[in-house]
């Protein structure tokens, strides 16, 4: 059984075999378990940084303590509209996403903003617009002009859009 | 036996001397990037990644009988444009080109001076990290890796043919990236558009005023301040210190430059306005932080291409120790 878990993950196993390991998997909470477990061992091998352990049992316990919410349904319709709002929005947000990736130019590791945690003062907050004058002064005396040129004076024009400010970690207070 | 022993000491003075000879082989290459970034006619797009943000900006090199000229358009956004020529950088605001900036000092011929080498190799350890391609070029890798974490470390790609810098990215901590500018299409040389220099040099453009240095960009005068920073990092040198005018401030602003040879820092002083109370604080774009606060009566602004540590450090032990 267990070979046949590892031959699953590994993508080899054919298509029927697969449903009923499934299957298997599903009633059998020592099978489950075996499972987990190699999930578990693949993300070490992978990223031993962050492992999480027995994340499906947190969700479910999370799950549970979660209020629920008994609503009328007078306002189904409306909600759909929504819905498909919040779904055309988040189609959207997607493409932005693959376009960003797209844009990651960068073979090192590309702004990790949710994982990293700073031991320093995280920045917060993005140079207003009204300190441009500062940037562009320093610019002038930085030895970053005399290696990148006028490039090196798009940080001084760079705008501020009228967004939320941009956060290193979404624990920070 | 001894004759052995003296071998390998020999041996092991080559090795050595073979390690040893890294680090000039790289300073070497900063020479040619400077060099060619004023030399090299060129024009290309290239994007700037910056905290989680992208530009995209278009750039066009050009050297006339009278000088370099450069432009720099974005591309995205509201449109913004720079002109730079002869050590002035005019802004296209609102339909006006608008000099906002001069370059006192190095006027001519741009250059590294000795010392900002002999500060860059005290201050980084360079290494020369082999050859990739960036916008179709081949590329040498060139790391500069700090000896402390008061600086940034920076990785540059330099055209091995032409001596241009095709991307440069600037790692903070853990080495996640501050900022990034890299190419994504070039051109070398052959046949560049030059319109635009004779449509910058023509007078009574409409919508253009003309681009002559008004009387503001002269009035840049070196001082003695008194003013002075206690904990600046290892390395840094102070490279200017001037009085000078500042769009949308009615005093003079001293500003005093400090530089490592690859980054600096700026300490910009002027009496505090009543009206800017809770400026304190600190901001940042890309690999530049800014740290604001007021220290007897004047306001002090740090900016620098280092962490925010350091911004902040090198603020709080700014004082007065003049007469």
Redesign the interface.
């Known amino acids: 059984m267990k070979q046949q878990i590892s031959v699953l993950m590994d993508g080899e196993l054919f298509e029927d075999e697969a449903a009923s390991l499934f299957d298997h998997i599903k009633r059998s909470s020592d099978v489950h378990m075996d499972w987990e477990v190699y999930h578990l061992i693949g993300d070490v091998l992978r990223q031993p940084e962050h492992i999480h352990r027995g994340l499906s049992a947190k969700v479910r316990e999370r799950m549970q303590d979660e209020p629920t919410v008994l609503a009328p349904r007078g306002r189904a319709v409306k909600q759909r509209i929504r819905t498909f709002a919040l779904s055309a929005a988040a189609s959207l947000s997607a493409v932005g996403v693959v376009a960003?990736m797209s844009?990651q130019?960068?073979p090192?590791?590309?702004?990790?903003?949710a994982m990293?945690q700073?031991?320093?003062?995280?920045?917060s907050?993005?140079?207003?617009n009204?300190?441009n004058?500062?940037?562009?002064?320093?610019?002038?005396?930085?030895?970053?002009?005399?290696?990148?040129?006028?490039?090196s004076?798009?940080?001084t024009?760079?705008?501020s859009?009228d967004e939320a400010p941009?956060k290193n970690s979404p624990d920070e207070k | 036996m001894k004759l052995f022993v003296v071998f390998c000491g020999l041996l092991l003075a080559v090795v050595a001397n073979v390690y040893a000879e890294e680090t000039p082989v790289s300073l070497d290459w900063l020479e040619t990037v400077v060099f060619a970034g004023h030399q090299t006619d060129y024009s290309g797009v290239f994007v700037y990644q910056y905290d989680n943000r992208v530009e995209t900006s278009n750039i066009i090199h050009v050297t006339e009988a009278n000088g370099e000229y450069e432009k720099l358009e974005s591309l995205d956004g509201p449109k913004r444009e720079i002109i730079q020529h002869d050590g002035h950088v005019w802004n296209y605001i609102n339909h006006k080109m608008v000099l906002v900036d001069s370059q006192q000092g190095h006027s001519g011929f741009p250059f590294l001076l000795p010392e900002q080498l002999s500060a860059l190799s005290a201050n980084y350890q360079a290494k020369l990290l082999g050859v990739e391609r960036v916008a179709g070029y081949n590329a040498q890798v060139i790391l500069f890796q700090p000896k402390d974490n008061l600086r940034y470390t920076h990785k540059i790609w330099v055209h091995t043919d032409s001596g241009l810098l095709l991307k440069a990215v600037v790692l903070g901590d853990k080495n996640q990236v501050a900022e990034q500018y890299a190419f994504t299409q070039l051109q070398i040389g052959g046949k560049i558009d030059r319109s635009w220099v004779r449509e910058f040099n023509s007078v009574g453009l409409p919508g253009k005023s003309l681009p002559k240095p008004p009387e503001a960009a002269k009035d840049i005068t070196p001082i003695n301040s008194g003013w002075v920073a206690d904990t600046l990092p290892s390395g840094f040198k102070k490279t200017m210190e001037v009085k000078r005018p500042m769009h949308g401030k009615h005093a003079p602003v001293t500003q005093i430059v400090f530089s490592d040879g690859l980054s600096a820092i700026s300490i910009f002083i002027e009496p505090n306005d009543e009206d800017e109370d809770d400026v304190d604080g600190l901001s940042s774009r890309g690999a530049v932080n800014l740290y604001h606060k007021v220290v007897d009566k004047n306001l002090i602004t740090v900016v620098g291409e280092v962490p925010p540590h350091t911004v902040m450090q090198v603020l709080d032990s700014v004082r007065y120790n003049g007469k």
């Open positions: 960003w844009l130019i960068s090192e590791v590309a702004p990790k903003m990293q700073s031991a320093i003062r995280p920045v907050m993005q140079i207003q009204e300190s004058d500062y940037l562009m002064a320093h610019q002038e005396f930085s030895p970053s002009t005399y290696m990148n040129g006028s490039a004076y798009i940080r024009v760079s705008y859009r941009v």
